[in-house]
């Protein structure tokens, strides 16, 4: 069943608590967005023509549009945390005991997220760049799933989870390998379960995780940290100037599955609306960017986006 379409205008004030650009993942976010704009509801088939009208994407997406997948996300309808909100990479590199934690979730969260298979959100987007229409996907979600979809003009603007990096010599390493040197050091774990958490996180609460045994770097000896940008950490600036340069071929922006709340993701619609550029949004809930939008759609992703992959959507286009 689709969702609430909505059509904004530009808004008389921009978002409350703007931070400056160039600052990282886990910068201030904004205050609720202004409601000082005026919306209105608008026909179910909305988003559809706003695909249509637009020759070049450049789509941003966000948990969400991994919820369908099983990969819990992060935030509620109103943009705020369902849980306790991530470990920071300050903590992470500065607490021994932190790490301990955070590798011992993980050890019984990898399990659930190296399962995970795309959905029909993934199936579609990866649709719409073959149709020609999808200048980039960047996402901020760390699963590959677009990948294992099909799409290749991928961005991993927070890196990747199946990727473990030595914060001392630099060395990559699978995941996977990783998982079997946690499990052989700690066996005693394997029998614990916990729910699923987002990016391969576990509910694991209320357990002592000191006697929880973490390897190091194998060459160096160094702090082995998931290959992804944790809050805190800054996204590489090579990343952000691709990003920026294919948002600058683009002629429109579809967000899809994100509350922007992070200020690395918002920074893309905060420089397409200074260029002129449509965005528009899928989230179930309000997002940051609400008074920045030229149309939002609030429904499940692989509802909202079910026309791209239907004979009379994506093949149609194909010759349009």
Request: proline fraction near 6%; aromatic fraction near 6%; glycine fraction near 8%.
């Amino acid at each position: 069943m689709r969702g609430k379409v909505q059509l904004c205008c530009r808004p008389v004030k921009d978002v409350d608590g703007r931070v400056k650009p160039g600052h990282d993942v886990g910068a201030p976010m904004a205050g609720p967005a202004s409601r000082n704009y005026f919306c209105r509801m608008a026909s179910p088939s909305a988003l559809e023509e706003f695909v249509d009208r637009h020759r070049r994407l450049f789509v941003l997406t966000g948990a969400g549009c991994s919820v369908s997948s099983g990969i819990p996300d992060y935030r509620d309808a109103d943009g705020a945390w369902k849980r306790a909100p991530p470990v920071t990479f300050q903590a992470f590199m500065a607490q021994e005991a932190t790490r301990r934690r955070y590798w011992a979730r993980s050890l019984i969260g990898w399990r659930g997220i190296s399962r995970a298979r795309p959905n029909d959100a993934h199936r579609a987007l990866a649709r719409l760049e073959a149709m020609g229409k999808s200048e980039i996907l960047l996402t901020q979600n760390v699963d590959r799933l677009h990948q294992a979809a099909g799409s290749e003009a991928v961005i991993d603007l927070h890196g990747r989870l199946d990727h473990v990096r030595c914060m001392g010599c630099g060395r990559a390493s699978p995941r996977d390998e990783l998982q079997d040197e946690l499990s052989r050091l700690n066996p005693e774990w394997l029998a614990r379960d916990a729910a699923d958490a987002p990016d391969g996180d576990a509910d694991l609460d209320g357990v002592d995780f000191s006697d929880f045994a973490v390897p190091a770097c194998a060459r160096c000896g160094g702090v082995l940290k998931p290959d992804v940008v944790f809050f805190g950490e800054t996204v590489p600036r090579p990343r952000v100037e691709a990003a920026v340069r294919h948002l600058e071929a683009a002629d429109a922006m579809l967000i899809v599955g994100s509350s922007l709340m992070v200020y690395s993701g918002f920074r893309f619609v905060e420089t397409a609306a200074r260029g002129g550029k449509p965005a528009a949004a899928v989230n179930l809930g309000r997002t940051r960017a609400d008074p920045l939008l030229a149309l939002k759609v609030e429904a499940s992703c692989d509802a909202a986006l079910a026309f791209l992959l239907t004979p009379s959507g994506g093949e149609a286009r194909l010759t349009s």
